[in-house]
């Protein structure tokens, strides 16, 4: 593998991670709010605060994006399923089908 390659492959992990992180973050709030965990819980809240904290820079400007142009959804949050999507398609379709084949890989 190329150091290309190999740089690749660490940005689509790191992009692995940070939705997971998302997804988890989602799930978690769902919890908190139909009150299946406790938000004031030590370990719950714990979690929540770390992985909240770690994708609110990545949700807030999604969030401001969509207040902008969707100002009808402001009760909804879509920046988590903006911010999945976007992983997505940079994984997919960025890196998978553009990149990796610029540089050798099929």
């Known amino acids: 593998m190329t150091f290309a390659g ?3 492959a660490l940005i689509s992990m790191i992009l692995s991670f ?3 992180m998302i997804f988890a973050v989602v799930i978690m709030s769902w919890l908190f709010a139909f009150n299946i965990l ?3 819980g030590q370990i719950a809240g ?3 605060g770390l992985l909240h904290g770690f994708t609110e820079p990545i949700l807030r400007p999604l969030r401001d994006l969509q207040r902008k142009l969707l100002p009808q959804f402001n009760q909804i949050d879509l920046s988590p399923i903006m911010a999945l999507l976007l992983i ?4 997919e379709y960025l890196i998978r089908s553009v990149l990796m084949p610029s ?4």
Request: hydrophobic share 55%; no cysteine.
């Open 103 to 106: 540089i050798g890989f099929n």
């Open 46 to 48: 714990q979690i929540y």
């Open 38 to 40: 406790s938000p004031r």
């Open 6 to 8: 190999s740089i690749l």
């Open 88 to 91: 997505w398609w940079l994984q």
């Open 18 to 20: 940070i939705w997971f």
